[in-house]
């Protein structure tokens, strides 16, 4: 007989799907990805094809799992993308219109009209988060009304609503369910209780038999079905939001640790030691429930880091490996990008700001513009770490992971810039690691002991420039950000537009 002495973990993400099989050493021996395009239809609107994700998991498992006996999956630890969305058939399982990505800005309109009602602050109390289209809640009112719209079908049971790890419970594992930390992103979950919230529910027009049921991180989930070569059967035992699995693989349950995955967009969060001191920019979410009850976190959501490079890189037909490396030489010159694309997050939930470049003159090329991409990405982090620092626990080391972390110049900008230690993990890819983690535990692979004994090696960045420079190209950044925000009348800080 075979022995089951590994863990496969998919972590499906915004740009990819990823599958990783981990051993009882918490060595990854094998690691496969399948890239996923994003589509936009119109200014501000981001989708992505549904059956396009299923796809990308099979073929990401598939892939790696090509030389590996099937016996030897002792259990399954999924990660996902959070706050996107995706409305089913219950009968056929066929999805009705697009996924709607948690970059979209398509309800930001509805999301004013519901601020000009002055609900802004219930929304807040009850979910933890602000009232923002990058959250579920505006999007799943979408969806409904446009495919729904007296809601009948969703009355009846005809239609199912979820998250990403819902929408590949439904089609792998035939349950409509939701983990806890991906339903309190969608703004329709009491944090304080974690439950669907009736008058959420309410004002956002959303029926509860059209969400699935609420579970643990750790479940208890059904088995696999359906996704070969893994035998069917194979136990679940690990589901978390990317950014959540990303900190749990990073030990984030120890006091202290603060740590910011850089992806596509950014999510820099901590477990929240007393949640009543939270406020600012700052969001207040689940991280995880391993079975006994939730744990919350702090959390600010950036919306474009890693996208930003991406965007230039587009824009002058280049790659963002190729500007990071001209970032790496370059001085910006006083040029700031400000990514404004769908409006900035947090520490601002500013949706009126706009992408900006500043400080150009006829000496600005494109070496100049890679520079201040790779920046913004820095200032934008160290914002987020600084009202952390302010308003719930001091900040003295950074923990750092995600594909972009793997520039080394990006990682002493952050430390120069926030003037604290970086250390970044040698596995960047943390998502399915900290799924892998969990399942693991669940397993039996690792006790509570053995887990908190996994290697975990790390880089270490120190601060090399003098603190008054941080702080002066931090004044400019700053600068840099007021003017993207200015709407109105009168010149904008710092003069004429």
């Known amino acids: 007989m075979t022995s089951a002495d590994l863990i496969l973990a998919i972590d499906q993400g915004t740009s990819s799907t990823k599958a990783l099989l981990v051993d009882k050493t918490g060595r990854i ?126 009355q009846d049971g005809e239609l199912r609503l979820g998250t990403v790890d819902s929408w590949l419970l439904a089609q792998f594992a035939d349950e409509h369910l939701i983990e806890v ?27 509860r038999m059209v969400l699935g049921r609420i579970v643990p991180s750790s479940g208890p989930f059904p088995s696999i079905r359906g996704l070969p070569p893994l035998l069917d059967g194979t136990p679940i035992r690990a589901v978390l939001g990317d950014s959540h699995a990303a900190l749990f693989a990073h030990a984030g349950w120890t006091p202290g640790t603060v740590k910011a995955t850089y992806g596509t967009g950014s999510s820099v969060m901590s477990l929240c030691p007393a949640p009543t001191l939270v406020g600012g920019g700052l969001c207040l979410t689940v991280a995880w429930d ?43 010159n006083g040029v700031h990008l400000v990514p404004g694309f769908s409006g900035l997050g ?25 520079r201040a991409a790779l920046e913004s990405i820095a200032f934008q982090v160290e914002d987020v770490v600084d009202e952390i620092h302010r308003l719930v626990q001091p900040v003295t080391v950074l923990l750092a992971d995600g594909g972009a972390a793997a520039n080394d110049r990006l990682m002493q900008l952050q430390a120069d810039t926030g003037g604290r230690s970086v250390q970044r993990a040698e596995q ?36 090399v420039e003098p603190p008054p420079t941080g702080a002066q190209r931090r004044t400019a950044w700053h600068a840099a950000v007021a003017r993207a925000r200015w709407v109105g009348p009168t010149a904008p800080p710092g003069g004429p537009p």
């Open 346 to 370: 947090a520490p601002w939930w500013d949706r009126s700001a706009v992408g900006l470049l500043t400080g150009l003159t006829f000496g600005s090329e494109l070496p100049q513009l890679a």
């Open 290 to 332: 391993t079975g006994n009850g939730p744990e919350l976190a702090v959390e600010g959501n950036i919306r474009s880091s890693g996208a930003t490079l991406s965007w230039l890189a587009r824009l002058v037909g280049s790659t963002p490996g190729a500007l990071a490396d001209m970032a790496a030489t370059a001085s910006s």
């Open 181 to 207: 930390g991906n339903a309190s992103r969608t703004q329709l979950m009491a944090v304080a209780d974690a439950q669907w919230d009736d008058d959420l529910l309410a004002l956002f027009e959303i029926p």
């Open 29 to 154: 021996i094998a690691a496969n990805g399948v890239a996923l395009d994003c589509e936009y239809p119109r200014p501000g609107w981001v989708e992505q094809s549904p059956d396009a994700i299923v796809a990308g998991v099979r073929d990401a498992v598939a892939g790696v799992m090509a030389d590996v006996e099937p016996g030897r999956i002792a259990a399954v630890g999924l990660s996902n993308q959070r706050e996107s969305l995706v409305l089913w058939e219950t009968s056929s399982g066929r999805p009705v219109g697009p996924l709607i990505s948690w970059q979209d800005q398509r309800a930001a309109a509805t999301c004013q009209v519901l601020l000009d009602q002055g609900v802004g602050d219930l929304v807040r109390q009850r979910s933890g988060l602000p009232l923002d289209p990058m959250f579920s809640a505006t999007k799943a009112r979408w969806l409904l009304d446009e495919y729904d719209p007296d809601r009948r079908r969703s």
């Open 428 to 463: 960047t890819d943390l998502s399915p690691l900290g799924a892998a983690h969990l399942a693991g535990l669940g397993a039996g692979i690792w006790d509570r002991a053995g887990l908190v004994a996994l290697p975990r090696p790390r880089t270490r960045f120190a601060p």
